[in-house]
């Protein structure tokens, strides 16, 4: 048959797009949750515990970054900064109910779009809210998971639902169970599933399926191994030797390790075995089963790209959203500090990249990179242009061999209480608020609980991590100049950035450029104050009665320090006053008192029975607390029965007294 040279020039006209299109590599994203710095097996400093095979598989066919960081020691704002490749405190976003993610930010998914690139996000999404928050309204095509922080790792059904619901409870707190959900509200049951398996089986699904020549994007966010660590499937409860109890919905009471809320509310639950207030002592085995889980079913999704012949053409990346936290027993080792705090252990993460056709293998890389460095880095394999406002670099110079070095600096900041750090080279210099943890040790592979604390002290802090990982000796005093310096690139950065903001983009009360202060009669009398509690981060009792709403009095966030928490006020003079006012923290709901009690007294010791108690609203507005007749005294005491959001702390910005006319 003779063929029409027409049809062949068309048709290799038409091929074109194909071919340019079958150029772009799979893009395979795996975002571990609070892993420990330490807990992968192919490091030196990886524990005897650890056996992690198909992570080290993936690093020994890619680089291993020892000097990367997440953009912030919590995952919602960290997984903002990986989403867009820029500092999510440019619009806002520091800690948690800060910021969101606004619609103005373009996103990875966003950005691949244009080049055929079919999209799925699968497990976690948290991003603190935001008008975009939900996956497919910030540019995938398709989304299964959850919305929170945490969710359960078995109890995945609309019955673990109804079967909460037969004991009353309304309010599940953290201890959140029930279906995943697909796409935007399709509910999904799994009666007898794990999270860690059903999202691999996912991401599988989607690398073998015909997309019709489309490469894929794929984030895959695993709620492993973040707490509840507790809850461990059957076979990998039996492969670490810890006792697997199952969840009978019809029990009278369930035992540990699943809340029962006819014996405690589910704040107690949490602060327990959520946040170290009890040592789970087979604590460590159970996280060593989850991240188990973790690498075996990373191993399944390397295996699937090999039986698919579509490994050399897919880009694979994995990272921790933050530093590992001790809550669930990881292990940050050489690293001081945890989750939540600007120490090593709460920023510094595991980056491996993986591209054996076009990137080295087997390499580990010291340059000071970003999570944020992922996205340019993608947008470049993939031939597509990089946006000029990004803050991530793209790591292929550094990868090929064009450069030595990354990033000249990165920055860090809390965005209030003056809590913010800078890297460069191989110094860090912190200015902290400081932070105490409670602490655990192994005895025997027993988690038992160590009465030594963790600190992290304050105050201007000068490391050279190259010498002193750790960062125990403060070398601030001898080198003023290196302080100067960093204080001067963070003071630089600061100026690009926004205060902090809701999720919906406006300004939280706490960045008015003056600081917000009220004319305080208890200043005005020359009030002391103390607490029957300690103060945290130095926030001491003192900075209540200061006049100053932009400071506050703080308790340490611990379960230790059980309810009731007392300021006591002692005037210079026995005072006539009809009532309080009480001035919640400005910033965050976190300690905001709820429930209180206020006495009198003459002598500061004897206090008799309240004057008054009743409740106050979770909001940052001025409240008034009126006795019910005006009392002569010298000694107040105000009282904090339970607070808001943190029910194990409280705070307090300004609490004054007003006087009978």
């Not at 194909?18 to 030196?44: H, Q, R, W």
């Not at 192994?442 to 009465?451: F, L, M, W």
């Amino acid at each position: 048959m003779k063929i029409n040279p027409l049809y062949l020039l068309l048709t290799a006209i038409l091929s074109i797009p194909l071919m340019a299109e079958s150029t772009k590599p799979n893009i395979l994203i795996i975002v571990a949750d609070d892993l420990g710095y330490a807990d992968l097996s192919f490091l030196s400093q990886s524990p005897a515990d650890v056996h992690t095979p198909a992570i080290d598989s993936l690093a020994a066919q890619g680089t291993y970054f020892s000097n990367a960081y997440a953009t912030s020691p919590i995952c919602s704002p960290s997984r903002c900064g990986l989403i867009t490749g820029r500092y999510q405190q440019r619009w806002g976003n520091y800690w948690f109910g800060d910021g969101g993610l606004p619609p103005t930010e373009l996103t990875l998914p966003q950005a691949l779009a244009p080049s055929g690139y079919l999209s799925k996000k699968i497990g976690k999404t948290h991003l603190n809210g935001g008008p975009v928050e939900h996956p497919l309204d910030h540019g995938f095509d398709e989304s299964i998971g959850f919305m929170f922080h945490t969710w359960d790792y078995i109890r995945l059904s609309e019955k673990d639902v109804e079967a909460y619901r037969k004991k009353g409870v309304k309010d599940f707190g953290c201890q959140v169970v029930g279906p995943l959900i697909r796409g935007r509200d399709q509910k999904v049951s799994y009666e007898n599933g794990f999270s860690t398996e059903i999202f691999t089986d996912e991401a599988i699904e989607l690398i073998r399926r015909d997309r019709n020549g489309r490469p894929f994007y794929i984030e895959l966010e695993y709620n492993a191994v973040h707490a509840p660590i507790y809850v461990v499937p059957q076979h990998y409860a039996q492969k670490v030797g810890v006792e697997f109890i199952p969840f009978d919905r019809n029990a009278q009471q369930w035992q540990f390790p699943y809340w029962e809320p006819t014996r405690e509310p589910h704040t107690v639950f949490h602060e327990k075995w959520g946040l170290l207030g009890e040592v789970i002592p087979d604590g460590r085995k159970r996280y060593i089963a989850q991240l188990m889980a973790l690498d075996d079913n990373i191993g399944r999704l390397l295996e699937t790209l090999d039986q698919t012949d579509q490994r050399n053409d897919t880009l694979v990346v994995f990272l921790s959203d933050n530093g590992g936290t001790i809550n669930t027993y990881s292990n940050n080792t050489p690293l001081r500090g945890w989750k939540y705090m600007y120490g090593e252990g709460g920023v510094r993460i595991p980056i491996i990249v993986s591209y054996p056709k076009r990137l080295p293998i087997n390499h580990t890389s010291e340059a000071l990179v970003s999570a944020m460095d992922i996205f340019p880095t993608v947008l470049e394999l993939a031939d597509i242009d990089i946006p000029a406002n990004v803050d991530g670099l793209s790591l292929i110079p550094l990868l090929k061999g064009r450069l030595t070095q990354q990033h000249d600096h990165l920055v860090w900041s809390y965005g209030r209480n003056d809590s913010w750090t800078v890297r460069k080279g191989p110094w860090k210099l912190a200015h902290n608020i400081g932070w105490r943890h409670s602490n655990y040790k192994i005895v025997e592979e027993v988690c038992v609980r160590d009465e030594n604390e963790i600190v992290y002290p304050g105050g201007i802090l000068l490391f050279d991590l190259e010498q002193d990982i750790s960062e125990q000796k403060n070398l601030a005093d001898q080198y003023p100049e290196v302080v100067r310096e960093l204080t001067g690139l963070y003071e630089k950065w600061e100026a690009q950035m926004s205060p902090p903001r809701t999720g919906d983009g406006t300004l939280k009360v706490s960045n008015t450029p003056q600081p917000l202060t009220i004319q305080s009669m208890l200043k005005k009398l020359g009030a002391t104050i103390k607490s029957n509690i300690p103060a945290a981060d130095g926030n001491q009792p003192e900075k209540a009665i200061d006049g100053n709403l932009s400071t506050i009095w703080h308790t340490p966030w611990t379960p230790r320090l059980p309810f009731p928490h007392e300021l006591i006020i002692e005037l210079n003079s026995p005072q006539s006053i009809r009532a309080l006012t009480y001035y919640p923290r400005q910033d965050m709901p976190n300690g905001r008192c709820t429930h209180y009690q206020i006495f009198a007294s003459n002598d500061g010791r004897n206090w008799g029975q309240p004057l008054t108690s009743g409740t106050l609203e979770n909001s940052a507005a001025k409240q008034m607390i009126r006795l019910p007749e005006s009392v002569e005294t010298q000694f107040l005491k105000f009282v904090s029965l339970e607070s808001a959001t943190r029910k194990e702390i409280s705070s307090a910005a300004e609490i004054d007294i007003i006087l009978d006319d």
